[in-house]
């Protein structure tokens, strides 16, 4: 091949090529904006000029405690500006952040300290005494940084740990914080919920955070100053990167300790509120709220939603209360939302029934995502635009995860044949936009027919005596598999497994009803999630 | 040093590495809403379906006509389909894309043609007359390809050129286009005005363009859908990247093949324009439109202006007419805009004069610009943040070009030092906000002290007579160089170069004031900006 002209003496200088990274999201905010309000937490209003100042001191004060690039530092810690700070502090010394959801128990708190290797933990003090748990269990010996929220007020305390703002306080506000050497360099490490089984370190880099983080603001058209409330945990894929989103469209962080109906109504009211972000579970809560909490809002708020598709009396009651709801899609391994439900403006021209329908639909790939598409695992090609046939939902591009922490043999399976490979199963329809349909290990397997379990869950769900369902798999001699379903009630209701599998057998194909209906209790994980690995090793011991 | 674990069994892949380019921004948008309005032109009406469609067959037609990865197509077009399909279609097929400016006379275009080594051009009828005589000047021997806008009624055609339509519709719209192998390979060209005297072939690659093109619309709030009316030249640093910005955010361009009142207040009324651009002389044409061109607006519009600071004047009338105007600046090595005079809400409480002289200085760096200083040229260090020290406005960071083409003498020593130095003057506030005072070829070193020519020229300006002032050096025996001016007047207006210096001396410190002030009509650029390196050698000859 001869030359390409464009190749010579056009090389790479600093001048020219510089690491992304959103870090710099910070300092830009800062200094331009140094009066702005960068975070609300209670009687707590911090500017941009002091919230860089302190992550600078924050990440000063870990380097001068020996946290060098590729060191672990763990964060137990609610939605507070501690945990702003670490998502900057953190990084700008070259450490990897690496946030514990602050509902699991010790014994997984321990497996992910020691896995991550962490060499520093910072902790809420209210959750002093799980951590202290989980060091007991743990073979890592960590430093201990305490937190002492002013909001909190609870008991709990961890002995001899240092004080985090006296940690900050000794550090240099004019610290000159590390670039990253490559913007492929891990920013943070984030453990899956577990929903199917194993927890694995989901390592981001630089480079996608800082993509994500603009995607967030551009696939939602999110302007400058908006002010975001923090109904998502941060400890969830790094807050689906919106503590870096908000430094680059220079917003302001309502911070919340705990996700209640009265101070999110306060905060929506009082502070201005533009954004905020949860699963459809938030929406409940926020809609439900009574009516002495509830108040008037000058403006349309929105609500990014995900985790789970929106049911239709929520979408509704949502709009009434004043809130526009887009539906967002993702994991762990995307950085949080890479897919977006992507409204037309004549879809809500169309019936409540046939919006929630389309809103349903996780959709369609975000901006900084370079490809999203449904793949038959086994020849990878895509499946027909049909709606109906199922495939993987696969990703491909920048926002997919540098890989699984200490897990080569799984970040090359997931990653192999040049896509993420997510589990989640879906179809493609005519538009092109996706749907999830089930998890690859949730599908049920009958005679050599797949059947969906949530398209079982449905159909219980449309018998009003139900409350939740969850179908797993469960050993069939026959065919392999057949459906077991495990039920909650709604209150006050009552009805018998066979009158409910009669039900079944009016609204689904025969060989999908359930072959057995268990009334009890369903186990979640500490996100909420349903937890069918626990199901199916139930249904496996009362198969008949 | 002991090996980071983040960096072990993590390394890029297809899966979650790809290149960064615009181009997929075009693809996403047909995918999603392949039926919104991509492109207006006169009766035409575009959607992102055929807009996509046709920029593959485009990239189709031009790899069938022999285009490789780092072939050169020049495109001389005005705003029209055939120039945002060019920002698409040749980069598709990995060509580079060479804008050449509509007002340039053959020999330069003859230059440019020969330099770039371009292998087919791409023209619009009227420019056809122009660009046989650049090819009759041109060692190189292009395929022409003709293109006939409907729009374009008045005479001019190339002989035996291809048709370009025709030779659209020779391409395959399906034709899987070419992703860069890597995101530093070229996407365009563009030749510098020549203001100051020798135009470079600045080198744009894909990673800038698709972030320059998102910097857009992230430092400007650009909501989802924008309609942008093309009153900057697309030819001019790809349009400042605003044709791939649309495609980010499916909004709609409206084509302009002339920059004239009437059509602009049209579109503005009729199309529900939010966006549009242009040097200030775009703004004096809206705003002193004859009172039945002037339509009175239901929002209100954006206009981004670059080129110069927007005087005063102008600001006020263009508020009253429905414009929120914000002040950008860059060159054509910064891909257009990268310094974004970023507005504070609590400024708008000023008076109308303190928010001109705020509005005045060009700002703050753009979100994808990594670092913005001014700096001593010979020490390398930042200026004090006095408002008064001046030194060198320089750039560092994902947004400066690849470098200049075939010329690696001129690329090192733009980007020597780690930084790009853009050869404008300015000082640093003590908010951060830069302010340009001058091109450092253009001031004026009498007696050891620098004058800014931009000073004098404000002096004068001040004036009601003079119409444009520009002011050079000119040699002088004892001081070295003392300032000369030459001066347009406005109609009707009479006043004495005597007249004119006693003003100055009022004005100035002695010595600044010009030695000679000179009367005549000022030579420009295509682009319209002054040709200070013409008025310097004429400077000379009349020199006491
Ligand atoms: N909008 C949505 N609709 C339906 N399901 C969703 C939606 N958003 C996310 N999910 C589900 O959540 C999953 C991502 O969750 P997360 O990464 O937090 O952990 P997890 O996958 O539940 O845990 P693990 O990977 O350990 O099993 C997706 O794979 C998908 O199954
Ligand atoms: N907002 C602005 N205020 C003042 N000057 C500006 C502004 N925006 C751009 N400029 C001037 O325009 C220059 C960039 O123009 P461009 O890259 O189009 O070509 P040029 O610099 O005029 O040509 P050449 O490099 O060949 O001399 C800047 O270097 C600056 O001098
Ligand atoms: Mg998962
Ligand atoms: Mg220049």
Redesign the pocket.
């Known amino acids: 091949m001869t030359g390409n002209p464009y190749d010579i003496g056009l090389e790479r200088t600093p001048a020219n090529h510089q690491p992304l990274t959103p870090l710099g999201f910070l300092e830009r905010a800062a200094s331009v904006f140094p009066d702005h309000t960068a975070i609300v937490h209670g009687a707590l209003r911090r500017n941009y000029r002091d919230f860089y100042a302190r992550a600078r001191q924050l990440a000063s004060a870990l380097a001068a405690r020996g946290m060098r690039r590729g060191d672990t530092v763990s964060a137990m810690l609610a939605n507070t500006p501690a945990m702003l700070e670490c998502h900057y502090g953190v990084p700008m010394c070259g450490a990897v952040l690496h946030s514990i959801n602050t509902r699991l128990d010790a014994a997984i708190i321990a497996f992910q300290l020691d896995h991550a290797m962490a060499k520093i933990v910072i902790v809420d003090r209210e959750f002093a005494p799980l951590m202290n748990e989980a060091l007991a269990l743990a073979e890592v010996t960590p430093q201990v940084i305490q937190y002492d929220d002013p909001e909190y007020t609870g008991p709990g305390a961890i002995d001899g740990a240092e004080d985090y703002d006296a940690l900050v306080a000794s550090g240099d506000p004019e610290f000159a914080w590390l670039v990253p050497e490559d913007e492929w360099d891990a920013i943070s490490i984030n453990y899956?919920?577990?929903?199917?089984?194993?927890?694995?370190g989901v390592v981001s880099h630089h480079r996608g955070a800082y993509l994500l983080a603009q995607g967030n603001a551009l696939t939602t058209s999110m302007a400058k100053h908006s002010v975001y409330l923090w109904t998502l945990p941060m400890f969830?894929?790094n807050g689906w990167c919106f503590p870096w989103t908000l430094s680059a469209i220079a917003g302001t962080h309502v911070c919340l300790r705990q996700v209640r109906s009265e101070p999110i109504w306060r905060a929506l009211a009082e502070e201005g509120v533009t954004h905020l972000c949860g699963a459809p579970i938030v929406m409940s809560l926020i809609e439900s709220a009574p009516a002495e909490e509830k108040r008037a809002l000058d403006r349309r708020v929105q609500f990014f939603?995900?985790?789970?598709?929106p049911p239709e009396s929520l979408l509704a009651s949502m709009d009434a209360a004043g809130f526009d709801v887009t539906?967002?899609?993702?994991?762990?391994?995307t950085y949080g939302p890479a897919v977006v439900n992507e409204w037309h403006g004549d879809w809500s021209d169309l019936s409540a029934g046939e919006q929630a329908r389309l809103k349903a639909r996780?959709g369609v790939r975000y901006l900084p995502l370079e490809q999203l598409d449904v793949l038959d695992p086994e020849t990878m090609q895509p499946v027909p635009r049909d709606g109906e046939t199922m495939g993987e939902v696969m990703f491909r591009g920048n926002v997919v995860m540098k890989g699984y922490f200490r897990n080569p043999e799984a970040t090359q399976k997931a990653l192999s044949g040049g896509w993420f490979h997510?589990?989640?199963l879906g179809v493609v329809h005519p538009d092109g936009y996706i749907q999830?349909k089930d998890?690859s290990k949730d599908v049920i397997i009958s005679g050599g027919e797949n059947i969906s379990s949530i398209e079982v869950e449905e159909a219980l769900y449309r018998h009003a005596a139900v409350a939740v369902a969850a179908v797993v798999a469960m050993p069939h001699e026959k065919w392999g598999e057949t459906p077991c379903a495990f039920v909650e009630l709604n209150a006050g209701q009552d009805i018998d497994e066979t009158t409910l599998r009669m039900w079944c057998r009016d609204h689904l194909a025969p060989y999908k009803v359930p072959g057995r209906i268990v009334f009890d209790t369903i186990p979640r994980?500490s996100?909420g999630?349903i937890q069918k690995f626990a199901l199916r090793e139930r249904a496996a011991t009362i198969a008949p």
């Not at 899956?192 to 694995?200: E, M």
């Not at 939603?305 to 598709?309: D, H, R, V």
């Open positions: 899956t919920s577990g929903t199917t089984g194993d927890p694995k969830h894929c939603t995900a985790a789970a598709p539906h967002l899609y993702g994991l762990t391994e996780q997510s589990g989640d999830l998890r994980t996100t999630k």
